[in-house]
Nanobody, 122 residues
Framework: QVQPVESGGGLVQPGGSLRLSCTAP????????LGWYRQAPGKQREMVAT????????NYADFVKGRFTISGDKSKPTVYLQMNNLEPGDTAVYYC???????????????WGQGTQVTVRS
C-alpha cells in the first residue's frame, strides 16, 4: 500500500481504553518518525505522540501525557497508541503519520493514513 493503515478506533465511555495500531509499507529503515495526530471538528490537526521508527524515545502532547502511551516495533514499521482514561475531549479522527528517512531533506516525504474515528461519550 502507498499509505499507512490505521485500526482500533471506536466508541468508548469516559474512562475507557482503546488501542490504535498503524502499519506503514516498507521497513523500519524506510522512515525517520512515526506518530499519531488527531483532528476534532472545527479544530486544527494536532500532534498526539511521535516515536522514531523502530522504537526509542517518545514525545507526547501535554494533554495526553500520563494517559496515552506510544510504542513501536524494532523490526517493522508499526506504531501503537494505547489510550487510557479517555475523556470526551479526546473525541477526534486519529491519523497515523509516517515521515521517510532520506539522505537529503528535499526528498523527505510525509505519508498520512485515512484516519480512524475515536468517540468518547457516556
Amino acid at each position: 500500500q502507498v499509505q499507512p493503515v490505521e485500526s482500533g478506533g471506536g466508541l468508548v465511555q469516559p474512562g475507557g481504553s482503546l488501542r490504535l495500531s498503524c502499519t506503514a509499507p516498507g521497513s523500519v529503515y524506510s522512515y525517520r518518525t512515526l506518530g499519531w495526530y488527531r483532528q476534532a471538528p472545527g479544530k486544527q490537526r494536532e500532534m498526539v505522540a511521535t516515536i522514531p521508527s523502530g522504537g526509542g524515545g517518545s514525545n507526547y502532547a501535554d494533554f495526553v501525557k500520563g494517559r496515552f502511551t506510544i510504542s513501536g516495533d524494532k523490526s517493522k514499521p508499526t506504531v501503537y497508541l494505547q489510550m487510557n482514561n479517555l475523556e470526551p475531549g479526546d473525541t477526534a479522527v486519529y491519523y497515523c503519520k509516517a515521515v521517510t528517512k532520506t539522505l537529503s531533506p528535499k526528498y523527505e516525504r510525509t505519508y498520512w493514513g485515512q484516519g480512524t474515528q475515536v468517540t468518547v461519550r457516556s
